[in-house]
């Protein structure tokens, strides 16, 4: 048995590229997850990349696409992580967004709550959410993909996509009616403050479709800590209060009273989980379209060097 070696990013990374080659190991091969064995203990993409010349079918590296997987090949790193043969990339921006896959995040509400009700729809929302943000989202790609932080922060993209609440009723219809309020504030300052990049910026948007990015699926090309931090743990927290509020409200409604519904309650409390730890251990991001072409470009190699 032949055992290739896989180097990520950092340790948070360990759980998720384990999970996709457990697919592919065999009686023929099997895969070693690590981070880069330095000395100094030095992680994270760029190390990666440094490992490049030294790669191979059984020594095979893996990252967060970020945007290089958006530039496609307009940039010198975007041209070195495509045409890499034995480096992976996640198309997402990074790990986290599978993470936050919206098909799945009523399942973390229910896994954490014990309560299985639907009283959010995540994947209308999320779509919502999306097309609201993807013309900022086009403005911040942009100015990465030239290198210019002056048009476009980081920080400045946070706070403008961020959820500071989120109002159940309606779907959040009143939550996307704010942000689009934010947004359109921010477009404007954007094309005031910088007119000489609103072709380049309607250039770049034209290149998306093709790469999978629809005004409705932003969010899984978003920063992926963005997303995570500022977008979906505000969301699952909002739903999963009034989740376990609900169960609550039903226990007390019941015809227990006294010692025997205190301890009903008492149960249910200790059932609980975190909701923040449920959803980093959430692995039902699988029938992600993006997910299924990484898949499928570690198959092709396998196959490719007879591993498989």
């Known amino acids: 048995m032949r055992k290739v070696e896989v180097f990520v990013e950092g340790y948070d ?18 895969f070693e997850i690590a981070v880069p064995p330095r000395p100094d203990l030095a992680k994270g993409k760029r190390v990666v990349m440094e490992m490049l010349p030294s790669s191979s079918p059984f020594r095979l590296l893996c990252v967060d696409s ?28 990074a790990t986290e967004n599978y993470l936050c896959y919206a098909p799945a995040l009523h399942t973390v509400c229910t ?7 639907h009283i959010f729809n995540f994947e209308k929302f999320l779509a919502d959410y999306s097309r609201v943000i993807f013309p900022v989202f086009v403005w911040y790609a942009y100015s990465a993909m030239l290198g210019d932080e002056h048009i476009f922060k980081l920080i400045d993209f946070k706070n403008t996509v961020r959820l500071h609440y989120l109002e159940i009723d309606n779907n959040g219809a009143g939550t996307i009616r704010w942000l689009r309020g934010i ?3 921010r477009l404007h300052s954007l094309a005031q403050h910088h007119p000489r990049h609103i072709d380049g910026v309607e250039e770049f948007k034209k290149s998306l479709p093709e790469l999978g990015l629809k005004p409705e699926n932003t969010y899984l090309f978003m920063h992926g800590h963005t ?8 969301m699952l927290n909002a739903v999963c209060d009034q989740l376990k509020q609900r169960a609550s409200d039903n226990i007390n409604r019941s015809a227990q009273r006294g010692v025997a519904l205190g301890n009903e309650l008492s149960n249910y409390r200790n059932a609980l989980l ?13 029938s992600c379209f993006l997910y299924k072409r990484l898949h499928k470009d570690i198959r092709e190699m396998l196959e490719k060097e007879g591993l498989r």
């Open 13 to 30: 990374d360990v759980a998720f590229w384990r999970d996709i080659f457990d697919d592919f190991e065999s009686d023929r091969v099997t």
């Open 66 to 93: 970020d945007f290089d997987y958006l530039f496609n090949g307009r940039t010198a790193q975007s041209k070195r992580v495509l045409g890499a043969a034995y480096l992976f990339h996640t198309y997402t921006y």
């Open 111 to 117: 896994k954490a709550t014990k309560n299985d009700a």
């Open 183 to 185: 947004v359109e504030k």
């Open 227 to 234: 997303l995570l931090d500022n977008v979906v743990m505000p």
């Open 274 to 286: 975190n909701v923040r730890d449920t959803l980093i251990y959430n692995e039902d991001y699988k």
